[in-house]
């Protein structure tokens, strides 16, 4: 096997490939950089027809799809997920933290929702506002901009409705909502939940001649071969290569730490390379680190004793995911339905921005509303909560023959589910730091995780199971899921479980309080920055990934500057 | 631009793919054949990576997990469970055994319910029947078995007896297997995973759901004329195109 050897010096070496690494290189690489990606996994491309998912039937899988051995399923398109071989980690007493990754060119960006929010003005100052946690050094209308140009480049959905914490931008047209979520719509307005289209990053319109269009097959999780969906290869680094962008890839390579030298500055990135399982050195005259926030931790915590650029012991701290619980119901309404093709676009055409005042609450921050449902693709698991159905409707639960089957064709297409992605408040006890008994099979030092839900999290997700339960009724639905209770935490998620991790190198002003400056940039390595979302201060109830883009694409113009004049 | 576009492109499957990126632009005039896209010439081990293939390799080369027998069982429950009707074949037929086999493999922890459910089968012909083969009872006898293992608690919090867990299993199996089969795809009447232009629910359904008063909302989403039409927006956000 050829194994590709570092030789130069790149004037960049990004560590990641998915959001932040993706968007830096594009950026870097149109500046006439030369860029080097260190990636973990192999090169994907979603067009290859070997190894697309997208399209199949679920009979093509042994298992019909289920989730035994990748998560989410046999099609979902991450190599990687919570567990993955060879690459442990571990955790503190009383912490179940799931730590998701995808091994691939593109990273998590090949499997992801695609729901592609900005974070609001508020989102940008909670301290502020409710005392908690640490403001942003940069404000919304600083990363104004950067949005407005990610949205243009990207492309997503969605429609301007002049709300205060969820801004407009530059949408294209979305998909009309399904039956399930019409009723959904009427449901929520009758519980004065605010309900609008989603904002997601699927071509409904042509915004380049490059992409394809969405042609709706409901399977954005298995990446788009006509790149009609985002995802990082497909979006940023195929089209900076193909406009002449000197990009190197290093796949297969698993990055361990940051070589600095005498003069304190970043030097090199020393990795793994997987198929000889050798050590190499890349060297770089600026070096990213974007290689999801837990890993660029880890990486940055592993490159010296006690944490390259680590003054303020913060790095690893802050540690935190969105909030997750979820409710679902069946619709009578729904049953007998006519059989159409509603798989959409890959989620949920209708959301629930947060609509409430925490002033009000007894929980300081808010969450959104996914919802699901509908004629879906039966796959591993149809039909298994039958019974449920049957208790609901009335009939003795179990049975068989003929009136058990015409039974499972009545209700096809008659659930609906809701879940809430809400915003933590960010804890200094949670926490990633390095297990000092245990490396993974490159020999490099695992993490090792502390992490604790709050009461603040438990209270928002009881707000959730109310607010679900208010929704579903109102819909006409039978809850399946029945209501959890505060004895079971209010159905929230085990942290991680929603893979919006984010927080371990914050950025901020003072660098006692913060890893990083604003943009990215670490405040004792003057040419090492960070484009995942280590750097956030705080999550909102958002999906991270837009603002993963929008800081990237500033630090890049950022070092792009700061190298003409010859600050790095 | 033709709505249609595209979509007999997108159909030809993987093969296609460097075809697509213009397809998915404006060319083609072709009717959709919904829901019938053509056989994928790539196989599904492709998308497996190195360790998924060993590791679905070694189920293959240990299967079957069941004896011959249990599998004529197996295959007389599944048709118990899910009988050919007028609107599709027998559950056994459409390959849901072999479905099941695999899955004890792949969850270990299906098979001793499966097993000691099969064995529990036995023993109720015996009692029950004399004979301590379930396969050569009559039918009236096997649903007399049936019957009494058939139906789970009301209440849901209940566990239910075992050879009662192994029916709802062995049920939930069956069901999967077969609507996740060609067959059984049709019978449902799913619809998808075929390219098209979603453009809501059918008029008809709408009006039997009265969804109606909505124009607001329908007026901001995409009118599919537009699709292949270059987005352009003025300085505040509005579409222009």
């Known amino acids: 096997m050829e194994i590709k050897k570092p030789t130069k010096t790149y004037d960049a070496v990004i560590v990641g490939s998915g959001a932040g690494g993706g968007m830096t290189a594009k950026v870097l690489a149109e500046q006439g950089l030369s860029v080097a990606i260190v990636e973990a996994g192999p090169y994907f491309d979603p067009a290859d027809p070997v190894t697309k998912t997208q399209m199949r039937w679920p009979y093509e899988s042994p298992r019909r799809g289920a989730g035994s051995h990748r998560d989410f399923g046999d099609f979902n398109m991450a190599w990687g997920g919570w567990d993955i071989e060879g690459e442990p980690y571990t955790q503190a007493e009383g912490t179940d933290f799931r730590w998701f990754r995808s091994r691939m060119l593109g990273g998590r960006t090949n499997h992801w929702g695609r729901i592609s929010l900005r974070f609001g003005p508020d989102d940008f100052r909670r301290k502020d506002i409710d005392g908690l946690g640490a403001n942003w050094p940069v404000s919304y209308e600083d990363l104004k901009p950067y949005y407005d140009k990610v949205d243009k480049l990207i492309g997503v959905f969605g429609t301007n409705e002049g709300l205060p914490n969820d801004p407009d931008g530059f949408f294209l047209p979305p998909p009309k909502p399904r039956l399930h979520e019409w009723y959904y719509i009427k449901g929520a307005r009758k519980a004065g939940v605010t309900v609008i289209p989603s904002r997601m990053s699927m071509l409904t319109k042509r915004i380049s001649k490059e992409r394809g269009l969405c042609f709706y097959c409901g399977q954005c999780g298995r990446s788009c071969m006509v790149y009609a969906d985002f995802s990082s290869g497909s979006c940023l680094i195929f089209p900076a290569q193909k406009a002449g962008g000197q990009i190197d890839l290093f796949v297969n390579c698993m990055a361990r730490s940051v070589e600095t030298g005498p003069d304190g500055k970043a030097k090199a990135v020393s990795y793994v390379n997987k198929a000889d399982r050798r050590e190499y050195q890349i060297k770089g005259k600026v070096i990213v680190l974007a290689a999801s926030a837990c890993s660029t931790a880890r990486i940055l915590l592993n490159s010296k004793e006690g944490g390259l650029g680590n003054s303020s012991g913060l790095i690893g701290r802050y540690l935190h995911d969105s909030t997750g619980s979820s409710m679902y119901g069946f619709l009578p309404d729904l049953m007998d339905r006519k059989r159409y093709n509603e798989d959409g676009v890959g989620g949920m055409h209708v959301y629930s921005p947060w609509w409430g005042d925490n002033k009000k609450l007894d929980f300081p921050r808010g969450y959104h509303i996914e919802v699901w449902g509908g004629q879906s693709m039966p796959r591993y698991g149809h039909g298994f909560n039958q019974a449920y159905v049957q208790r609901a409707l009335g009939i003795t639960p179990g049975g068989y023959g003929k009136k058990y089957k015409e039974e499972l064709r009545r209700i096809y297409g008659a659930f609906v589910g809701m879940s809430g992605r809400g915003e933590s408040v960010a804890q200094y006890d949670n926490h990633c730091d390095i297990d000092p008994n245990k490396v993974d099979e490159w020999g490099i030092p695992v993490l090792r995780f502390h992490y604790k839900w709050t009461e603040h999290e438990r209270r928002q997700a009881g707000h959730m199971q109310d607010t679900f339960e208010e929704v579903l009724t109102n819909m006409g639905a039978k809850i399946l899921s029945s209501k959890k209770t505060a004895e079971q935490d209010y159905g929230l998620n085990k942290p991680g479980q929603i893979i919006h991790e984010v927080g371990t190198a914050r950025m901020g002003d003072d660098p006692m309080e913060s890893v990083t400056n604003s943009y990215g940039r670490l405040h004792e390595v003057p040419n090492l920055f960070i484009t995942d979302a280590a750097t956030f201060p705080s999550q909102a109830d958002k999906n991270p990934t837009w603002t993963i883009m929008a800081l990237a694409w500033r630090t890049s113009d950022h070092i792009i500057s700061e190298l003409k004049k010859m600050n790095l | ?241």
Not at chain 2, 56 to 63: L, P, V
Not at chain 2, 76 to 83: G, N, Q, S
Not at chain 2, 186 to 197: E, H, I, R, V
């Open chain 2, 1 to 241: 631009m033709d709505r249609r576009e595209s979509i007999k492109s997108l159909l030809i499957g993987a093969a296609a793919t460097s075809a697509l990126f213009t397809a998915a632009g404006c060319e083609a005039d072709t009717t959709p054949a919904g829901g019938t896209a053509a056989e994928n010439p790539f196989p599904y081990e492709g998308t497996r990576l190195p360790n998924e293939r060993q590791r679905d390799a070694r189920f293959h080369a240990n299967a079957p997990f069941f004896s011959e027998s249990e599998h004529k069982t197996l295959d007389r429950l599944a048709d118990i469970i899910l009988p050919a009707d007028e609107q599709g074949p027998a559950a056994s037929a459409t390959g849901v055994t072999d479905f099941i086999d695999f899955m004890t493999l792949d969850f270990p922890d299906f098979q001793l319910p499966l097993r000691g459910g099969l064995s529990w089968l036995s023993r109720a012909a015996l009692q029950r029947f004399g004979q301590n083969d379930f396969m050569v009872l009559s039918e009236e006898q096997q649903l007399a078995i049936i019957d009494t293992i058939a139906y789970m608690p009301q209440d849901p919090v209940e566990d239910p007896e075992p050879e009662v867990a192994f029916f709802d299993l062995l049920r939930r199996l069956v069901t999967t297997g077969y609507f996740t089969s060609k067959e059984g795809l049709k019978d449902l009447g799913y619809k998808g995973n075929a390219p098209n232009l979603w453009d809501g629910p059918p008029e008809d359904v709408l009006r039997k759901h009265g969804i109606t008063g909505e124009e607001a909302w329908l007026s901001k989403c995409i009118d599919h004329d537009t699709r292949n039409e270059m987005a352009k927006w003025d300085e505040n956000g509005n579409l222009l195109t």
